[in-house]
């Protein structure tokens, strides 16, 4: 999946969730079970999600909704193994931006 958000400082949960196309609970509920997902809270409470936090989001559902770890098979993989996973899904992410831009060139002849 390739998840497109503008570059910002913040994201609210609703952009998140949408770029996602996940529910705001489902956010909310890997926020309680991840602790790498650390978004900040404004005075109303809200939820203020960095790049960073991005970058772990995309990790977490890689493995849950694409490679079908459990939650805990999950946290495990990433404590054990963050920056082995990070660097192989950086890759398999600019390898979709490639492939989606030669599938536009394609399309374009």
């Known amino acids: 999946m ?22 705001t609970s489902l956010i909310r509920f890997w926020e309680k079970e991840f602790d790498v997902l650390k978004p900040k809270k404004n ?6 999600f960095t790049p960073e936090d991005i970058k ?8 849950v909704k694409e490679r079908g770890f459990t939650l ?12 082995k996973t990070l660097s192989t899904f950086e ?3 600019k390898l979709q931006k490639v492939r989606a831009e030669l599938v536009k060139i394609k399309e374009s002849l």
């Open 91 to 93: 890759v398999i992410e």
């Open 56 to 63: 772990n989001l995309k990790l977490i559902y890689h493995l």
């Open 2 to 23: 390739h998840i497109d958000l503008p570059e910002k400082r913040y994201y609210g949960i609703g952009e998140v969730a949408k770029a996602f196309e996940v529910n």
């Open 72 to 83: 805990e098979g999950a946290k495990t993989h990433l404590k054990e193994e963050k920056h």
């Open 43 to 48: 005075a109303k409470g809200n939820r203020k």
